[in-house]
Structure formats: structure tokens, C-alpha cells
């Protein structure tokens, strides 16, 4: 990347404090604005809160080029019918898994909204499992390789494929990485591959060897030995920037900020890379 990119949180678990004509709207969720080259909008959060955020922000949605899809998950997609309703198009970019049937475990649908052939015919669908380059230095992960013994070892859901309840492995969790002169920049939506995973592939698909910001959702939900090794792991890597965001509980945030005075970003928050 030969220019600094700024990353402005439109939907996430929180929002800022506003005032007057500039107050933010939390649900819970996941989208991130890339003012990179190309503009990529990361995730889409479940409903309109993006565009009025984005309002409030200041940040023009008609700039988006790529839309990146974490995973299948409502709470990250089913505000693409909200953009679709706004006129906003562009590439929509994902694994193939995202449009599976998946359940909660009491049997709940626990998917988004569009199927395969509706985001088709809104968007320039492309679909893949492998690792896809979309900008200078910026690299979409396609499906993420679970190889430590601590991550993603088990599931509370569930998918209905071919007729047949399957244990749901959210194979279709991804992330963005962008290689930076400090390092690579991961951009996690939830994690459910291991953010640790995750940071991995990171560092091999774009070629970094060191860590320099990961921003997104960790998938920590309490104290566990998952979040004791998370900890372990990024005190090993010494990122510069840690920025757990989405779907970490107040436990595994209190841990991230006693080992690392970490910063607690919401809706309307910015921040620049380079």
C-alpha cells in the first residue's frame, strides 16, 4: 500500500459516545469501511445501521468497490439488502460456504437473509475458497487453515445440507489482510477459524513475517484456555496494535487490557494505518 488507509467502524456491539446530530448506533454485528485503493467495505452488519453510521460518519458508500464477506452469519450480512436498497452495488466477495442453511442449536435459522442467486442478481457475485489478491498489498484469505491444537476444536451449530443436520464448522470464516512496511494488518470479522489461525495464514498468504495491527471480532467469549493461549500467542508476536472488537466478552477484553492497554473501538471510530 503507498498510501495510509483509514478503517471506520459502521456497525459494531457498541458506539461511541456522539453529541447532538452525531450519535452512533450500536447493534450487534461487524462492518468496517477500507478507504484503501479500492474502497472495500468489510462486512455489512444485519441491518440499515450501516448506512445511517456511514451518515453520520461522513463516509460516502457509492465509493465501494468490494464488498467482503467474513462469513455467513446474519449479523455480518443481512445488511446487504439494505445496500442493495440504497443503490449500492459493487463486487461482492466471498466463500462459497456463506449461503448455507445454519442453525442455532435449538434449531433456530442462524444464516443470512440472501441466497446464493438473490446476491447474484444484486451483486457481481465472486466466490472463493482460496486466497484472492483485490488491491496492492491487500489480500482477501479465503478459507483459513486450522492447524494449532487450541482453536476451532468444537461447534454449538449446526447446518442442514442435503437434507442432513451436519455439525456447522463455519469453514466459510475468513478475514482480510494487508501488507504493510510494519507489517500485515488483519481485519477479522468473528474468528470462528481462531483469530490466532487466522493471524497465521495472514503472515504466510501476503508474505510478512510479523504482525502490526489485527482489528475485528475474536470469538472470546469467557475465561478459557482458548483465550489463556490468545494471550500467550499475541505476547509472542508483539503486534503493535490489538483491536478486539465484535463478539469478545468483557473477560477476554479485561485480559487484553491488563497484558496490552488495548483500546476499545465502536461505532463511528477511526483508525489510520501507515
Known amino acids: 500500500m503507498d498510501r495510509p488507509v483509514r478503517m ?6 457498541q458506539a461511541r459516545m456522539g453529541f447532538l446530530d452525531k450519535k452512533f448506533f450500536a447493534q450487534h454485528g461487524l462492518s468496517i469501511l477500507i478507504d484503501a485503493d479500492p474502497v472495500i ?23 465501494i468497490r468490494w464488498i467482503v464477506l467474513s462469513h455467513g452469519h446474519w449479523d455480518h450480512a443481512d445488511g446487504l439488502l439494505s445496500l442493495a436498497e440504497a443503490g449500492i452495488r459493487g463486487r461482492l466477495l466471498c466463500h462459497p460456504g456463506v449461503f448455507v442453511d445454519r442453525r442455532r442449536p435449538t434449531g433456530e435459522f442462524n444464516g443470512m ?6 446476491a447474484a442478481g444484486i451483486f457481481q ?28 476444536r468444537q461447534t454449538p451449530f449446526h447446518c442442514i445440507q442435503d437434507g442432513r443436520k451436519q455439525p456447522d464448522w463455519l469453514r466459510d470464516d475468513t478475514a482480510l489482510a494487508l501488507s504493510t512496511p510494519r507489517g500485515v494488518v488483519v481485519v477479522a470479522g468473528c474468528s470462528h477459524a481462531g483469530i490466532c489461525n487466522i493471524c497465521e495464514y495472514a503472515k504466510e498468504v501476503t508474505g510478512c513475517g510479523r504482525l502490526h495491527m489485527v482489528i ?11 483465550l489463556e493461549e490468545t494471550i500467550a500467542y499475541f505476547e509472542k508476536e508483539s503486534p503493535h496494535h490489538l483491536f478486539p472488537m465484535h463478539c469478545t466478552a468483557l473477560p477476554a ?9 488495548i483500546t476499545k473501538l465502536c461505532c463511528g471510530d477511526s483508525v489510520t494505518i501507515g
Do not use: M
Open 125 to 152: 457475485l465472486v466466490e472463493s475458497p482460496d486466497p484472492v489478491q483485490i488491491g496492492e498489498g491487500i489480500w482477501f484469505l479465503g478459507e483459513i487453515p486450522r492447524k494449532n491444537g487450541f482453536e476451532a
Open 41 to 63: 467495505l468489510f462486512d455489512a452488519g444485519p441491518s440499515a445501521v450501516v448506512l445511517e453510521n456511514a451518515r453520520l460518519a461522513g463516509v460516502d458508500l457509492h465509493r
Open 216 to 226: 475485528g471480532g475474536f470469538h472470546l467469549l469467557d475465561e478459557s484456555p482458548v
Open 113 to 118: 437473509a440472501l441466497d446464493r442467486e438473490r
Open 8 to 13: 471506520t467502524i459502521l456497525c459494531e456491539d
Open 253 to 261: 477484553l479485561a485480559r487484553f487490557y491488563r497484558g496490552f492497554g
